[in-house]
């Protein structure tokens, strides 16, 4: 069946079904810019690229790119998927399970499930790619570690 001609539009299972089988295109960063309204959780925003509940076509993986300004956080956390991270502009340190990586441009980070992870970005902000092999990204369940104090 050809997705531009004779499709039925009121069966959205069969479009995202012929969709997946042709590939899916995304011009990410015209996707929009969402972040995290609670500062307990840290000031980075993102944009999703694919996910099953937002692109059609696309499942088994979620993919996205986060985004710090200077000095921006995402607090320690943790979740079940594991999750891969590469690099593509700015700098910073992400912390797993207690031992701090450097985060920069070409450079990939695993983050093992249930591991604790956290990012500091530099002082020119940062952006990298993440992945989880889910479908969507609602099905990632963070959970944030409590505020330690000094």
């Not at 925003?45 to 979620?62: H, P, Y």
Request: no cysteine; aromatic share 8%; proline share 7%.
């Amino acid at each position: 069946m050809d997705i531009e001609r004779g499709h039925d539009e009121s069966n959205p299972a069969l479009i995202g079904a012929l969709l997946a089988l042709q590939g899916v295109a995304v011009d990410w960063d015209t996707q929009p810019l969402e972040g995290v309204t609670n500062s307990a959780y840290g000031t980075v925003r993102w944009r999703t690229i694919f996910d099953a509940d937002q692109t059609a076509g696309t499942t088994s993986m979620v993919v996205g790119v986060a985004e710090f300004g200077p000095g921006g956080t995402l607090l320690p956390h943790r979740h079940s998927p594991a999750e891969v991270y590469l690099g593509l502009e700015g700098d910073g340190i992400v912390t797993i399970a207690g031992t701090p990586h450097r985060m920069a441009p070409g450079r990939a980070l695993f983050v093992p499930g249930d591991a604790e992870h956290s990012t500091i970005a530099g002082p020119n902000g940062l952006r990298f790619l993440y992945v989880f092999a889910k479908d969507r990204f609602s099905d990632i369940h963070y959970v944030f570690s409590p505020a330690h104090s000094a």
